[in-house]
């Protein structure tokens, strides 16, 4: 997820206040601590209150009904095409998530929603990027399409870099480099897991340091692979054990006679 409502993300010095502690909150896992800083009377600040508690869905499986609340205040405020189109975004990621953890299947339902923000924000505006890379997402996860996801996530990761949002970059460097490292390309997903590490420890985006952690590596050797899981799982257990889909990755594999 990625916004820039109101000044800043609350990223960088400089930034809006509030946007600041939204982020601060919401990087150490305390979404719907973040999501309550924000009245949702505008479309922009409804749009980013919905975002907020569907990456929380995302993350730990929980907090459906709130999610769906606040994405249908956000739908209802929605008036410009760029506002209609966020909130298919946000609307195609939930369903994307509901799938994704075997809570309900709905996928057609975020093709739809994702095909939706497609037709409404166009190649090169805000917001494209990130729908870029959901879309690729969803081939990746719920279509099992590669080189679609591929694609799309080279989209993202063009949008991501022009718009100087570091977050979405963090993001589609890990998934292109999963998609190296499932080919055999070590040196390429080593390169790219480990630019969305460093990305996201300069952000202080906490909450998406572990998997970052865990998925280096997986590309590396020991010893260092098992220092890094090792930190991976300190952080797991200091977030509650967040991002719920984690434990997978970290447990121990079983010793074997």
């Known amino acids: 997820m990625a916004h820039t409502a109101m000044s800043g993300n609350g990223t960088t010095a400089g930034d809006d206040p509030l946007q600041t502690a939204v982020w601060r909150l919401r990087s150490r896992a305390c979404w719907a601590d973040a999501a309550a800083l924000l009245q949702p009377v505008t479309a922009q600040a409804a749009l980013q209150r ?5 990456e929380r869905c995302l993350y730990t499986e929980q907090g459906w009904p709130e999610a769906e609340d606040a994405l249908r205040t956000a739908e209802a405020l929605a008036h410009s095409d760029e506002e209609r189109g966020a909130a298919a975004c946000e609307r195609g990621q939930l369903a994307y998530a509901s799938t994704l953890h075997g809570v309900r299947d709905r996928s057609d339902e975020a093709r739809a929603a994702l095909g939706r923000a497609a037709a409404l924000i166009p190649p090169g505006a805000e917001g494209r990027a990130l729908l870029d890379f959901r879309r690729g997402l969803l081939a990746e996860n719920l279509t099992h ?8 996530y080279r989209r993202a990761h063009a949008g991501a870099t022009a718009q100087s949002d570091a977050l ?3 993001f589609t460097w890990r998934h292109l480099a999963g998609l190296a490292l499932r080919e055999g390309e070590l040196a390429e997903a080593r390169h790219g897991f480990a ?3 460093r990305i996201r420890e300069e952000l202080g ?5 572990a998997p970052a952690l865990a998925s280096l590596a997986d590309a590396e ?3 260092e692979a098992s220092r890094l899981r090792e930190e991976a799982r300190r952080l797991y257990r200091l977030l509650g054990g967040v991002p719920t889909w984690l434990a997978r990755q970290l447990t121990p594999p079983a010793a074997t006679a």
């Open 50 to 54: 919905a975002a907020l508690l569907v």
């Open 145 to 152: 399409a590669p080189q679609a996801a591929r694609a799309a």
């Open 168 to 170: 979405l970059l963090s």
């Open 195 to 197: 630019e969305s590490l």
């Open 205 to 209: 985006y906490l909450v998406g340091t």
């Open 221 to 223: 050797v020991e010893p």
